[in-house]
């Protein structure tokens, strides 16, 4: 079993990374391969509209950083997608990758990875109230559903601002170490 990790926080110690390695930790200790990517250290640019992937080829002919990660995600069994949430929405990081998954899709907005596949995605935030901002998940869920990931979780992380803050909150990294416990006997 392959588990992908993709981090969409531009600082070091991000509370979202944390939580992504606590899952990582626990699927490799569980014989999982294991990936990262830290989308802060990568050079890479969004979509450019060139609908090259509909008309030319099956993957994004943009040739950077991200070329790896999105043949990555094909052969993963499982990726956790990690961002901040910044002004109600991803990081600009994690905005520009998931706008290069739009190589995933046919011209007829069907899917083209293997279904099957499965998803957590890590949303943190400095607002104690995790339902304070309900319509970024179910955005990047549809399309994730739609690529092939047939079970998506989502890990919100509230009321954590400064760096390290999540490893205060022993019950959420135990809940998220379950899933992928869960997932891996599965």
């Not at 979202?16 to 014989?31: E, F």
């Not at 050079?43 to 609908?51: E, M, V």
């Not at 995933?104 to 109230?129: A, C, E, H, M, W």
Request: charged share 25%; aromatic share 10%; net charge positive.
């Amino acid at each position: 079993m392959k588990c992908l990790a993709i981090l969409g926080s531009p600082r070091k110690g991000a509370n979202s990374s944390i939580i992504a390695q606590t899952m990582l930790d626990t699927a490799s200790k569980l014989g999982a391969i294991t990936e990262t990517f830290v989308l802060k250290d990568m050079d890479y640019s969004g979509c450019i509209a060139c609908n090259s992937c509909k008309t030319k080829t099956v993957s994004c002919v943009l040739e950077d950083d991200l070329t790896q990660v999105l043949e990555s995600i094909k052969s993963a069994d499982i990726m956790i997608l990690a961002t901040p949430n910044y002004f109600g929405e991803v990081s600009g990081q994690f905005k520009c990758f998931f706008d290069r998954t739009y190589s995933f899709l046919n011209p007829d907005y069907t899917g083209r990875l293997d279904p099957g596949k499965k998803s957590v995605f890590i949303l943190t935030q400095g607002n104690p109230d995790p339902k304070a901002y309900p319509s970024i998940y179910p955005r990047h869920e549809r399309w994730l559903k739609v690529y092939g990931f047939g079970e998506n979780e989502l890990v919100v992380a509230a009321g954590v601002q400064k760096p390290g803050q999540v490893e205060g909150k022993q019950d959420l990294l135990r809940q998220t170490e379950a899933l992928i416990r869960r997932w891996m006997v599965s």
